[in-house]
């Protein structure tokens, strides 16, 4: 038996927490079981099993798969989560993060056209991290959000370097050659809803869209992974 493991970042926002639970149980609908297990314990009442315990219980199976149900790559998915295994499951295989797949740029694409995108340029809106790696992804998948679109895309972080998204939204609202200003979306570079998708709803841009939560391609792109990792 394949034991199939979801690993999220957790979430204080209840909201946030069921669409994650949401996400894994659309993966679960179209590959069997998916346990859900958080990389971090902020409060047992919120963010249990911890990614550790959950490995511990399932460890002395002969086939477990984690999933990490993060964006791009960090802390997480170079340290934290390879540590773990190690210890507790060794023998588990780790699919790589969501990264720049061509899935996750098609559901980002769609939740702007569900929030009432017109062509408008856009604010890739992220949380941000301090590992060159992570902005380079975020930089790629913003290229390949414009190609897709055919528009302009710039990416914008709330916390650690780079451009901030209130200034990305204001320097992608002004229009060339003074014609005066352009309406602006910004795309929630996010999985679920929670602190940080508050701070995008609250920079002023002319629509945000909901986090890409359990779209479909999103789904599509878990389940690819779960099944590649069976194969391999």
Known sequence: M????????PTRSAAGQ???????????SRVGPVRLAWLDSLDPTVAEPTLAELLTEVGD?????VAPLLLGEGYHDRDDIPDVVAKAAPQAIVT?????DPLLVKALAGRL????????PVVLGATGSSHEAWHSVAAQVAEALGER??????VGVLTGPGRTVT????HLRRCPHGKGDRRVAVSAYLLAEGFFHGRLNAVGA??????IGAHPALVRLLVDRFEQAVVT
């Open 18 to 28: 069921a669409m994650v639970r949401s996400i894994a149980t659309a993966v679960s």
């Open 149 to 154: 679109l055919d528009t302009e895309v710039e």
């Open 167 to 170: 200034d990305t939204v204001s």
């Open 113 to 120: 056209i569900k929030a009432g995108w017109e062509g408008e």
């Open 61 to 65: 199976q002969e086939s477990v798969i």
């Open 96 to 100: 790589p993060v969501l990264g720049t």
């Open 206 to 211: 002319d629509l945000t869209t909901a986090p």
């Open 2 to 9: 394949t034991v199939r493991i979801l690993a999220a970042h």
